[in-house]
């Protein structure tokens, strides 16, 4: 377990409720202290790694807020980032659209025919 260098990149999840997506932070150390890590987002964090349950084994834990966590950049963690940003792109415009009955028969086609 290693501490943060300049130029590593980390990212954080948060989630309101258990039925909210997950929603993707990612930010870069820009600078060091002592004991802190600096991202270019302004959040400080520990530069201490610990172990962790949120959403990676190890994490890096906020300054005077302890329960919240950021964690090394991995691909797997861009990849669920990516899916998880699909499907808050695909509920938002479900949200915001307003169906014509013609868009709603091609719905119901399409669906039903796969279903076949």
Known sequence: MEKLKVGDKVYNTR???FTDFVRYSFSEVVSL???LA???NGVRLVNQPKTSYIT???GYSVSRKKGAHWHLVSLEAI???QIENEKIAAH???SAKEFTQEEKL???RHFTSKQK
Do not use: H, S
């Open 15 to 17: 989630q309101n409720g």
């Open 79 to 81: 990849r669920k980032a």
């Open 56 to 58: 990676e084994d190890i």
């Open 92 to 94: 938002d415009w479900f």
């Open 38 to 40: 600096v991202l270019k």
């Open 33 to 35: 202290t002592k004991t």
């Open 106 to 108: 091609e719905i119901y």
